[in-house]
């Protein structure tokens, strides 16, 4: 089904999209339209233009492809499926996703991946290709954070405060800058062999989605950021 959104009004456009359950939808002239496919765990999604804030919210099980950049909270709380955006995505991308993946081909803003969490098999992933702002990975409980700071060689990849708040999951950062202001209460190391093969399926699936070379990708120095156990938050948040 082929839906031309323009100035169509975003509640409009989604009742459109949520009557469509037994073929793909494409949605033509995309012009900011707000929480498409939020919940979707019906046929895949194609957006040529630009979604607006929470796109793909709280999605259950397809793929949402985006020809072009996203807003602010992209897979906000998502459970499941798959988001890939070719362009750079807002604020806040994968706020609190609870499963599923999101691939951003170039940079993401604030807050990516902030409370990010994960639960027995739901394991999220949010895979930044360029660079990530201020604030990434805040609060963050679980799943992977990865910033591969494509076209940023030699430049810091992440803005300030990195981590913060991070109490569980790993943060990859394919860099030789660490951030100046990593928290006491995270540990950065070189990722080893071990540590990279977590990530392994998620790279052979960027670089086959965005056509990028895995060799000149994986042949880079990565840090891994973790949450230290000897050091935890908690003690910032329970009275003594």
């Known amino acids: 089904m082929k839906i031309t959104a323009g100035e169509m009004h975003f509640q409009l456009l989604n009742k459109k999209i949520k009557a469509c359950k037994k073929e ?11 929480y498409i496919a939020a919940g979707r765990n019906g046929t895949d999604v194609t957006i040529n233009g630009t979604p607006g804030n929470a796109l793909g919210a709280y999605l259950d099980g397809c793929n949402i492809t985006v020809n072009g950049n996203a807003q602010d909270a992209t897979g906000d709380t998502m459970n499941d499926g798959v988001i890939t955006i070719y362009g750079s995505s807002g604020d806040a991308t994968g706020y ?65 405060f990195c981590g913060t708040g991070m109490h569980g999951g790993r943060i990859y950062l394919r860099t030789d800058k660490l951030p100046h202001d990593l928290p006491k209460q995270v540990k ?33 120095k990565f840090y891994v950021l973790t949450p230290d156990t000897k050091n935890p938050y908690k003690r910032l948040y329970t009275a003594n």
């Open 96 to 160: 609190a996703m609870r499963g599923g993946t999101i691939y951003v081909r170039d940079s993401a803003g604030y807050r990516a991946g902030i409370h990010m969490k994960s639960y027995m098999d739901k394991v999220p992933a949010l895979i930044i290709g360029g660079k990530a702002g201020s604030f990434l990975g805040e609060y963050q409980a679980g799943g992977y954070i990865v910033v591969l700071g494509l076209g940023y060689e030699g430049e810091s990849i992440v803005g300030n």
């Open 24 to 34: 793909p939808v494409t949605i033509d002239n995309c012009l900011g339209q707000r």
């Open 188 to 220: 950065a190391e070189e990722a080893t062999a071990e540590d990279l093969a977590q990530i392994n399926s998620y790279i052979t699936t960027f670089c086959r989605k965005f056509k990028v070379k895995k060799q000149d990708v994986m042949n880079s």
